[in-house]
């Protein structure tokens, strides 16, 4: 009898351990981590490059009064077609300030941002082609754009994952552009030049991706994509053979479209 005590007592000892080891074990429910707030209101700086596209065209007429001082129509052609063929490319740098807020509600995010850019774009182009109806002869038409600034509002719908942000935004875009033009025959040493600048309004769409730093810094990665539409200016200054031939009417225009991409760092509030 006592040995039968003795089994049932150490029987139960060993449950009692293998319960209290199982016990142990036993993985503490997962904590749930907060999600990063990216609510509030945000200054940073940026800096990038641009590269791009211009696509600009020259054409010439000639009004009634000025018969026997027009060009032949093969050389009004001439001219047409190779002021029609000149796109080229632009580049430079950007960098600027931005400031904007953000609305989070879960993992969605909406917000609004407006910067202000130096925004260096740049290029320009010379054609040459032949002037079949005189021997020798040749045309050439050069033009280049510049814009110095950008400034865009926009506003930003996104998704937050942990402490990162991706993206999409567009919206409005603003820069001055500058574009020049000259045009050069060498039979009859004929020039005419044209040019103009001005504030252009146009639109921009990118999408971009941050994180989220200690302290509620932030740093990321943006892509825009802007485009302006053509400015024009109309010159009559046409001199051939010393003599200023102001009804030979030259048309002029010239756009700009550009792919940005920035590194920015803000500090959200």
């Not at 001082?69 to 960098?95: E, H, K, M």
């Not at 926009?154 to 875009?173: E, H, Q």
């Not at 500058?178 to 921009?204: I, R």
Request: net charge positive; proline share 5%; aromatic share 12%.
């Amino acid at each position: 009898m006592q040995r039968l005590v003795v089994a049932i007592s150490l029987f139960a000892a060993g449950i009692a351990g293998a319960s209290a080891a199982d016990m142990a074990v036993k993985a503490p429910p997962p904590v749930v981590a907060p999600v990063t707030s990216w609510t509030g209101f945000y200054v940073g700086v940026n800096a990038g490059y641009n590269w791009g596209s211009s696509d600009p065209s020259t054409s010439i007429t000639c009004g009634p009064a000025a018969v026997g001082l027009c060009y032949v129509d093969a050389v009004l052609t001439n001219i047409n077609l190779l002021g029609a063929n000149s796109r080229f490319d632009t580049r430079g740098g950007v960098g600027g300030v931005q400031a904007g807020y953000n609305w989070q509600s879960g993992t969605w995010l909406a917000g609004v941002e407006v910067d202000f850019d130096a925004f260096r774009s740049a290029g320009s182009t010379s054609v040459t082609g032949p002037n079949p109806p005189f021997a020798g002869s040749f045309l050439t038409i050069a033009t280049s754009v510049r814009t110095d600034w950008l400034f865009t509002a926009r506003p930003r719908l996104g998704v937050v994952w942990n402490n990162w942000l991706f993206y999409g935004t567009g919206g409005l875009a603003v820069t001055n552009l500058k574009a020049n033009w000259s045009y050069f025959e060498n039979t009859a040493s004929a020039f005419e030049s044209g040019s103009v600048s001005t504030t252009k309004v146009g639109w921009t769409a990118g999408a971009g991706f941050e994180a989220m730093l200690p302290s509620r810094w932030t740093v990321g990665v943006e892509y825009l994509y802007v485009k302006f539409d053509n400015v024009s200016t109309v010159s009559t200054n046409m001199i051939r053979r010393g003599v200023p031939l102001p009804d030979n009417t030259f048309r002029h225009s010239a756009d700009l479209q550009s792919n940005i991409v920035r590194v920015r760092l803000n500090k959200l509030f």
